[in-house]
């Protein structure tokens, strides 16, 4: 496999941030939040959109 070395970044950034966090989900996610609301950026959540079966014509 090739390796890349922006996956390879992506990747050691998610160990390190998982690590700071004692791979604790409910801490890395109320991290996320308190970043996400002193970003002071507009955040947008979109309702589901429901699929319909498509029919045969």
């Known amino acids: 496999m090739i390796e890349d070395p922006i996956v390879e970044e992506i990747r050691k950034y998610r160990r ?8 604790d989900l409910s801490r890395i996610c109320d991290s996320l939040r308190k970043k996400e609301k002193e970003s002071g950026k507009k955040v947008v ?13």
């Not at 959540?45 to 014509?57: I, V």
Request: hydrophobic share 25%; aromatic share 14%; net charge positive.
């Open 16 to 23: 390190e941030h998982t690590e700071k966090y004692g791979y």
């Open 45 to 57: 959540n979109l309702k589901p959109r429901l699929l319909f079966a498509k029919t045969g014509s």
